[in-house]
């Protein structure tokens, strides 16, 4: 038996959900543009989405607009939000909730990946539904396995097989539950679609990781399912970028040290072969990995553990200058918290537009706030020593314009955060200096939530700081959120 069947269990099933070029969905719905135009979205000089009738034409990712406009001249742009200057992805997470508000009223156990992916544990549902009917109906005896009949549903069989082939007698248990299960990710993205116009893509696994690897096989609006006796044939060739936490620096240290491209290709090293190089932890992941082992469980949680306003620039060299993005960054965090505190209301109770209350811009150089000067502490945050799964928040690149230059002002968001079901206990500034090294400051989180009082208290730590300038990044948090 090969070392993916050996280690899957074949009761648990899991959905991976991953919206299709998500953000230009997004800006294509507000645009009333029908997908089968090329459109993406815009930000700066730069493209940070490309739906597919644009890839179609040659268009990717990151690419300049000038050259995009050269392969594809009637290509739509739309350019990301902007407020105070900063990069407002706002309609993204307006748009995700909607998402997730479909997919927690239908299914349990739900794991939100990102802003545009989640995980599903459907193994409950799965075994209620073959419960209450007759098994042969269900396929359980293997004789309606030849129907995967669900639109852009995919079966994904082992090099022996073809996809029509009937199952082996030994793999008919956990077929059962795929099957059941794939029918369940057709309904749920066909609910997302109805109820708000986006396409999504599925896999469909006995384990996380190859739910993902399958969501992403045949992309847009299809779904594939992956039993375990596919799995092995499938990471044989599968490039090491296209594994979860692997299409970064890891990966390409990979590739470099040990001159492997594929997770094939890594099978043949030993776990201490792979810890002479990458350490004790990391390579009893790779060597797990490889072989498709994946234990991580669906942890359901709808909490938000932190909320970051993120700013990269070229470079700022006096702590006036940074209290200007200091002021931008609060606002945005205080709106941040502002929607959150909406999300939780009933819609007619939501209060989404605020408006711009005239306000003194925060001061450069405050007074520090005494507790926060007790519990303020340098932190240089430690290298990455593996794969373990980050919050990673997208800092926008772009003109360095100051905000105060903009006409600057705070928005008044105290209506909403009234309903503010949990506060933030910590507030953390975090910032990037010459050495690229990030460090961080934390105290406790200021008892009056407003973009003013949060400005303040972000310079005030700041000027504490030692080694900041020149800055090329500064970043608030929210975080420690506790019922009150």
């Known amino acids: 038996m090969d070392p993916i069947s050996k280690n899957a269990n074949n009761l648990i099933t899991i959905i991976h959900v991953d919206m299709d070029a998500f953000y230009a969905q997004v800006e294509g719905r507000r645009l009333g543009i029908e997908s089968t135009a090329p459109l993406c979205v815009q930000q700066w000089n730069g493209l940070i989405a490309v739906n597919y009738a644009a890839r179609k034409a040659g268009v990717t990712r990151f690419m300049r607009i000038s050259e995009a406009k050269q392969k594809c001249p009637e290509l739509v742009l739309a350019p990301v939000e902007i407020r105070n200057n900063l990069v407002s992805l ?3 997470r307006d748009a995700s909730a909607e998402v997730f508000s479909v997919i927690r009223r239908l299914l349990a156990n739900v794991e939100r990946a990102s802003i545009d992916e989640a995980y599903i544990d459907v193994t409950a549902e799965v075994q209620r539904r073959l419960a209450a009917v007759d098994p042969a109906a269900t396929g359980a005896t293997g004789s309606n396995y030849a129907d995967w009949s669900w639109p852009g549903t995919h079966l994904k069989l082992p090099d022996a097989q073809h996809e029509s082939s009937p199952p082996a007698a030994s793999d008919v248990v956990q ?3 795929l099957h059941c299960a794939a029918g369940i990710a057709a309904e ?5 679609l109805t109820e708000t116009g986006f396409t999504s893509s599925a896999g469909i696994s006995f384990n996380k990781m190859f739910a993902k690897i399958g969501s992403a096989m045949h992309k847009p609006n299809q779904q594939t399912v992956v039993p375990a006796n596919a799995a092995l044939a499938l990471l044989r060739d599968l490039p090491l970028r296209k594994i979860k936490f692997l299409g970064g620096k890891l990966g390409k240290a990979i590739e470099q040290r040990l001159a492997v491209s594929t997770a094939g ?3 043949p090293y030993s776990k201490a072969q792979l810890a002479a190089h990458f350490g004790d932890k990391t390579a009893g992941w790779l060597y797990d990995v490889c072989r498709g082992i994946d234990r991580s469980e669906v942890v359901d949680r ?3 553990a932190s909320i970051t306003a993120s700013r990269s620039f070229g470079d700022l060299h006096t ?10 960054l609060a606002d945005e965090l205080v709106m941040r918290l502002a929607k959150l505190a909406e999300r939780d209301q009933p819609p007619q109770q939501a209060h989404s537009q605020p408006q711009p209350q005239p306000q003194p811009q925060a001061p450069s150089q405050p007074a520090a706030d005494a507790s926060c000067q007790a519990a303020a502490a ?14 990673d928040t997208a800092a926008a690149v772009g003109p360095p314009a100051d905000p105060a230059a903009e006409g600057f002002q705070f928005a008044d968001y105290s209506h909403s955060l009234k309903s503010l079901k949990k506060l933030p206990r910590t507030f953390t500034l975090r910032y990037r200096s010459k050495d690229f090294r990030p460090r961080s400051k934390s ?6 939530i407003d973009a003013e009082t949060i400005a303040a208290l972000a310079t005030a730590l700041l000027k504490q700081a030692t080694d900041v300038f020149p800055c090329n990044n500064l970043a608030l948090s929210a975080s420690n959120f506790v019922a009150w």
């Open 175 to 177: 077929l059962v539950q």
């Open 443 to 448: 105290c406790p989180f200021p008892a009056r």
């Open 90 to 92: 706002e309609r993204y």
């Open 188 to 192: 749920l993205r066909t609910a997302i």
């Open 378 to 391: 340098d932190q240089a945050a430690p290298g990455a020593t593996g794969p373990a799964p980050t919050m």
């Open 319 to 328: 702590l006036a200058d940074a209290a200007s993005w200091l002021a931008a």
């Open 265 to 267: 290709e890594l099978l």
């Open 302 to 304: 709808e909490d938000i």
